[in-house]
């Protein structure tokens, strides 16, 4: 009776072992589709494009096919753009702060295709977008919103679970010289207060124009203002290491001082060899303009100087240079 109950038991933890192996060749979760596109802390997905005057920049954006197996069916995935969730994002991320509404980009800046394949045995596919970006204006907050469609034929499902479904592509084109400047070194003063302590900012962005020009709000102004379109000052970068400065807004009485110039310096990293620190320094910058909006009964003239830097860092293992940045 004993061996007999032993023999019981062997046979149920065979099967039941049995059973269990059997269980990680079935599909443990569903084959959903998904963007694969983490939203960061803006609420939305940063992509860099390199920016390019006459020819179109392609990013390509990947979807992937969820699951503990790999897909085993050839599918054909609809995508379309979704207006009304960059609606709401706007809305409960900004309020009634509609200058900092993200802008559906137009399409006279982008194209994509209808339809996206991933094939039987893969669980990846790639979504090509190609931009051309001649004419966009950065002080808007460009936002590419995709979305996954539904199919009709039910060959696929869309991944359910929020975000997923969704690419809020915030587009960032850039050249040679645009990014986010150290401001440390740049002053910013009144007129006839050159004696006290100046106005400094820690960092001053600056966006692309053209592929050699970039344009940074005077002075102290930034993102935060309401009227920063009016404020624009563009710098043009040559061969020769010379940066012209100029303003389109009469109102600005802009006015530039000295001849300002840059510099380009490489070094690597000590710590990751294959690492390539590149710094743009702006040098002798030196100019004047006026805010006539801040106080509405006066207008206040400033004088900046000093220099602004800039620093790329470059995986120098990717051969594709855009694709290297480190942003």
């Known amino acids: 009776m004993n061996k007999l109950y032993k023999l019981l038991l062997l046979a149920i933890s065979l099967f039941i072992c049995g059973s269990c192996n059997d269980e990680w060749k079935d599909e443990q979760f569903q084959h959903y589709v998904s963007f694969k596109a983490p939203l960061e802390n803006e609420?939305?997905?940063?992509?860099?494009?390199?920016?390019?005057?006459?020819?179109?920049?392609?990013?390509?954006?990947?979807?992937?096919?969820?699951?503990?197996?790999?897909?085993?069916?050839?599918?054909?995935v609809n995508i379309g753009v979704d207006a009304d969730t960059l609606g709401v994002i706007n809305y409960e991320r900004f309020q009634n702060r509609e200058d900092f509404y993200y802008k559906q980009l137009t399409s006279d800046y982008f194209s994509i295709p209808s339809t996206v394949n991933i094939k039987s045995g893969e669980n990846l596919g790639l979504l090509p977008i190609d931009f051309s970006l001649k004419g966009i204006d950065m002080v808007e907050k460009w936002v590419l919103p995709l979305t996954i469609l539904d199919d009709p034929s039910n060959t696929y499902k869309?991944?359910?679970r929020k975000h997923y479904r969704k690419a809020l592509l915030r587009i960032n084109p850039f050249n040679n010289y645009s990014g986010t400047y150290s401001g440390t070194a740049l002053k910013v003063v009144m007129e006839g207060h050159e004696n006290e302590t100046p106005i400094v900012k820690s960092e001053i962005k600056s966006y692309v124009v053209d592929e050699h020009t970039i344009f940074f709000y005077a002075g102290n102004i930034?993102?935060?203002?309401?009227?920063?379109k009016n404020y624009k000052v563009f710098a043009t970068f040559n061969d020769k290491g010379g940066v012209s400065f100029h303003a389109e807004n009469p109102n600005m009485k802009f006015k530039v001082n000295k001849d300002a110039s840059y510099t380009v310096s490489e070094q690597m990293d000590a710590v990751r060899p294959y690492l390539l620190h590149r710094y743009i320094t702006l040098n002798n910058?030196?100019?004047?303009?006026?805010?006539?909006?801040?106080?509405?009964?006066t207008a206040i003239k400033f004088k900046v100087s000093g220099s602004l830097i800039l620093e790329r860092q470059l995986n120098t293992q990717i051969p594709d240079e855009d694709q290297a940045i480190e942003w």
Do not use: H, M
């Open 43 to 76: 609420g939305v997905t940063n992509i860099y494009v390199r920016y390019r005057e006459s020819v179109k920049t392609t990013f390509y954006q990947p979807l992937e096919v969820s699951g503990s197996t790999t897909n085993d069916t050839d599918l054909r």
């Open 158 to 160: 869309a991944n359910p």
């Open 222 to 228: 930034d993102e935060e203002r309401k009227d920063r």
């Open 285 to 297: 910058i030196d100019y004047e303009f006026t805010d006539y909006t801040l106080v509405s009964t």
